[in-house]
C-alpha cells in the first residue's frame, strides 16, 4: 500500500473503485481481516457494513480496530452505513471515520440519489471544499429533510422488522429448497446460480428483479431483497423451475 491509495474489501460496492479511478488513485483490494496491515499516511480504507452484495459484517469491536490502526497510521476509514439500518442491532461509530448514510435504501425510495456523510471537523471541512457546487436535487433535499421525523422513524422500526422476519423465511425456503444462500442480516441475501446473467435476464422476463453479482466479482451469484410474503414465494417458485429446466447445475 502506497501513500493516497484507495482500500477496498474483497466483492465489495464497485463505486469507492471507480470513484479512486476518477481522482487518479490506485485501488488495493484487501481481505477483510486485514486491520494490522502495515499502512502509509494518506491511505483511505471503504468499509460497507453490512457489505454488500455479501452481507458480510464487521463486528463494532473490530470495526473500533480497524479504525485506530488506522488512525495511528495516518490514514482514514470510510465506514459505508447504507444497508445498517436493515440490521437488528446499531452500528457504533467511532468519531474518527467519515461514515456515508443512504436512506433511501432503507425508505424504499432507491430512485432517489440522496445521502450525506458525518465526518471529523477538519476532513468535513476538506470534503466540502472539494464537493460540486450543487450534488442533490429537490427531492432528495425533500427525503432527507423528513426521513427523522418521529414517524418516519416509527416505519422504519415497523418495516424492518417485518424485513427481517421475510428474509429469514425466504432464506430457509431457498436452502430447504436445495439452493446454495449467503445469508445477511440486511434486506438481502445471495443465491448461487452457475450463470447469474442468463438468470437474471430470464426472471426479469417473468418480472422477477434480481441483481446480478458479477460486477462484484461474484459471477455465479445473484443477490436478491426479501419483500411481501407473496413476492418471495413467487421468487422461490420461479428459482425452483429455472433448476428443474437445467439452466444450472445443482
Known amino acids: 500500500v502506497h501513500q493516497g491509495d484507495v482500500i477496498v474489501p474483497p466483492h465489495t460496492f464497485g463505486e469507492y473503485a471507480a470513484a479512486a479511478s476518477r481522482a487518479h488513485r490506485r485501488t488495493v483490494e484487501t481481505s477483510w481481516d486485514s486491520w494490522n496491515q502495515p499502512l502509509v499516511p494518506g491511505s483511505v480504507e471503504f468499509l460497507c457494513i453490512p457489505n454488500n452484495p455479501t452481507g458480510y459484517e464487521l463486528s463494532s469491536e473490530e470495526v473500533r480496530r480497524r479504525v485506530d490502526a488506522r488512525s495511528i ?3 482514514q476509514v470510510v465506514l459505508d452505513l447504507a444497508y445498517a439500518p436493515f ?6 461509530v467511532p468519531e474518527e471515520a467519515i461514515v456515508l448514510y443512504s436512506p433511501n435504501k432503507v425508505h424504499g425510495m432507491t430512485g432517489i440519489r440522496a445521502a450525506f456523510l458525518v465526518a471529523p471537523l477538519a ?19 425533500a427525503m432527507l429533510a423528513a426521513i427523522y421525523h418521529n414517524e418516519a422513524q416509527a416505519w422504519v422500526e415497523s418495516t424492518t422488522a417485518k424485513l427481517r422476519q421475510e428474509r429469514l423465511l425466504l432464506t430457509q425456503s431457498l436452502i430447504r429448497a436445495g439452493f446454495e444462500v449467503k445469508e445477511s442480516g440486511a434486506n438481502f441475501l445471495m443465491i448461487r446460480v452457475g450463470d447469474a446473467a442468463l438468470v437474471r435476464s430470464t426472471l ?5 428483479h434480481v441483481r446480478d453479482c458479477s460486477s462484484f ?9 426479501a419483500g ?6 413467487a421468487l422461490v417458485a420461479a428459482m425452483c423451475s429455472l433448476r428443474e429446466d437445467d439452466m444450472w447445475a445443482h
Not at 87 to 92: E, F, R
Not at 204 to 208: A, D, K, N, T
Open 123 to 141: 476532513a468535513a471541512q476538506r470534503l466540502a471544499h472539494a464537493a460540486p457546487s450543487w450534488v442533490t436535487g429537490a427531492h432528495g433535499v
Open 228 to 233: 411481501k410474503s407473496e413476492r418471495n414465494t
Open 87 to 92: 440490521l437488528d442491532h446499531k452500528v457504533l
Open 204 to 208: 426479469l422476463s417473468q418480472g422477477i
Open 73 to 75: 497510521a495516518g490514514s
Open 217 to 225: 466479482g461474484l459471477p455465479e451469484w445473484i443477490r436478491v431483497s
